[in-house]
């Protein structure tokens, strides 16, 4: 059997994986997904459905076409989440007032007491992912995250 000698190194050019902007975002998404996980823990939620919440209790009442498009889920993940919030009891969906075809999601009275808990433990997810930075520092990457994820 001929065995091939294949060289261990590529010619990457200067090409470093470890500088690039999409493996960097990888590391920090895992990094501040850990963070979540172990302070979500009170409430038992992802953070599809922590957006969901928060967005709603902000908003008081709102479509679930909306609320998809405020937080950048898809229809379907949307329909899942607001599904599973149902059946928790913490979302309600009720007639819209203009448009009686129409439904409009809002928190349940329960659901309205998980969301001042999980707001505490977002603050708290907050402050510990960004803790490795200066005021200043967390900032600006708060502001650069705005402009790439408009």
Excluded at 12 to 23: N, S, W
């Amino acid at each position: 059997m001929n065995r091939v000698n294949v060289k261990n190194e590529l010619p990457l050019g200067g090409y470093c994986l470890e500088d690039q902007i999409g493996f960097l975002l990888r590391r920090a998404h895992q990094f501040a997904s850990a963070i979540f996980q172990e302070n979500i823990a009170p409430v038992a939620f992802t953070p599809q459905q922590f957006a969901s919440l928060v967005k709603i209790g902000e908003l008081g009442e709102v479509s679930q076409n909306e609320l998809g498009r405020l937080i950048g889920m898809d229809p379907a993940t949307t329909q899942g989440v607001v599904s599973r919030m149902v059946e928790r009891a913490y979302v309600s969906r009720v007639s819209d007032t203009r448009d009686k075809r129409r439904l409009r999601l809002c928190l349940t009275e329960e659901g309205r007491i998980v969301v001042i808990e999980a707001i505490a433990a977002g603050r708290k997810i907050t402050r510990k992912t960004l803790s490795n930075l200066d005021a200043g520092e967390r900032e600006n990457l708060v502001s650069l995250l705005r402009k790439l994820a408009p």
